[in-house]
């Protein structure tokens, strides 16, 4: 385990992200640490390879952004999906995403039920992978195109009822969170105001019946709204 001193400067801006790191190998996390630190708004706080230690220094450390990879041990697949899990039920301000390099299908839903705000694997360039911490750190969700088509595949359609039907400025804006925007971007975007935005995506989860963004991700793409 390997923690970054921390850049005043960049923890007191208005869009400073302090990322933890966990993933059982120490070269790819040193090569992430690389890769983010190039940015200006992203400091790596603290690295972990396993579950004990990704759940202790998130307690130290008080980061924005999990980067967590699924399998963080030689005999297990998924042990990453319990860490996803128990830092969303207890640091619910903290923003999982997954990086990883196993794309099951299942194994994305898993994630997203257990927490996950967004799921990309591995081989993503440096932008995507820069662009899903930034809008999982916003509140929105992320996926890479492959993550996202996995998801859908793992899904039967299924039909609406009159009263949970989204209108066709909700759809817009469902699929605008699909894509990781903010309230705040959906808005410029619309030429809407931020308020206005948020009473639409309150309405397209009181209408799926979800409480994340990311769960609403995952319920517009079973009906085929995405």
Known sequence: MAESQVNAAGRDGATSID??????HAIVRQGLR???EREPDITVVAEASCPTEALAVLERTGAHVVVLDL???PGADSEGLEVCAQVSRDHPEVSVLVFTTMLDDQLVVDAIHSGAKGYVVK???TTE????IRAVRCG???FDARSAAAMVRSLNAGTMAEGQRLTDREIEVMRMVAEGMSNRAIGKQLYISETTVKFHVGNIMRKLE???RAEAVYA???????
């Open 210 to 212: 979800v409480t994340r």
């Open 19 to 24: 990322v933890v790191l966990v993933d059982d």
């Open 220 to 226: 517009a793409s079973k009906i085929g709204l995405i």
């Open 71 to 73: 399998k963080l041990s």
């Open 123 to 125: 081989d993503v360039d």
């Open 129 to 132: 992978l820069v662009r899903a």
């Open 140 to 142: 929105g969700s992320a």
């Open 34 to 36: 690389a890769v983010l």
